[in-house]
């Protein structure tokens, strides 16, 4: 049996919402309907709040929990023209919590939407984005370089002699030293976007570790996989001539936040 109470909002976000893309750090997006609540009184469906900056939206909470996505600071909401970035995670206003309130910031359109159309790239050639609003001293920024192989979101890269990005492992000198974490798919030879330090999400993680699992353990140090090119493990490596290499932890079940540590050979 459906929910009454969800299906009461779909007349309520279709006549007062309107149409947006909820951009994921991990590059996945979904089609959905917000309501702004903009430098106001926030009443909505939670009562009163004070917004004194920024934006705030409303949205249903099941569009984003049935794609697989949690909102996180540092996602991104297109409503119209106009970018937003989350500032943090949402708030459950009313007590169902079916509607998340989510509050952002505006990204200046002149300079905070970096297009790759494509990027210029020439042999192992980077290209530096810097981050928007991005106070003095403090970056935010990712880089582009052309992938060596085929590289998936979440796969933990270094780049290797030849100026390309690739897969980092724990079972050689030459790969165990990871520059940072691949943000957005790519196939082999195309620019890839990487950073050095930031969390990043995906939906299914098995792939990337060597447990299998489809979601990561919140809160547990994650490893350089001496085994899946990339790849994690929550175990480190324990070979002799390996490297034990922390890379990370987990802040969600879909969510490593990457920091890479200094490699230890064992």
Do not use: K
């Not at 997006?29 to 004070?50: E, H, K, M, Q, S």
């Not at 970035?85 to 300079?111: H, K, M, S, Y």
Request: charged share 15%; hydrophobic share 45%; aromatic share 8%.
């Amino acid at each position: 049996m459906a929910d009454p109470f969800q299906a009461a909002l779909d007349p309520v976000f279709a006549i007062l919402g309107t149409p947006a893309t909820y951009i994921g750090i991990g590059g996945s997006t979904v089609p959905l309907r917000v309501i702004a609540r903009r430098n106001d009184l926030v009443t909505g469906f939670g009562g009163g709040d004070l917004v004194s900056d920024g934006a705030v939206f409303e949205l249903r909470a099941a569009d984003l929990t049935a794609a697989g996505i949690r909102p996180w600071a540092g996602d991104r909401l297109l409503v119209g023209d106009d970018l937003f970035e989350v500032q943090g995670a949402p708030v459950r206003r009313d007590p169902a919590r079916l509607v998340w309130t989510l509050e952002t910031v505006q990204i200046p359109a002149p300079t905070s939407y970096p297009q790759f159309d494509p990027p210029t790239i020439s042999g192992g050639a980077v290209e530096t984005v810097l981050g928007p609003n991005a106070p003095p001293g403090v970056w935010t920024g990712t880089y582009v370089t052309a992938a060596q192989v085929a590289l998936a979101v979440g796969q933990i890269v270094h780049v290797n002699a030849a100026g390309r990005l690739a897969p980092c492992r724990a079972d050689a000198a030459a790969t165990a030293d990871p520059a940072g974490v691949v943000l957005i798919g790519t196939p082999a030879g195309e620019p890839a976007r990487w950073a050095t330090e930031r969390p990043v999400e995906r939906a299914d993680w098995s792939a990337l570790l060597e447990s299998g699992a489809a979601t990561l353990v919140p809160g547990t140090d994650y490893f350089l996989s001496a085994r899946i090119a990339g790849g994690l493990t929550d175990m480190p490596p324990s070979a002799p001539g390996w490297w034990v290499v922390p890379v990370g932890f987990a802040v969600a079940p879909t969510v490593l936040h990457v920091q890479p540590g200094t490699p230890i050979q064992l």
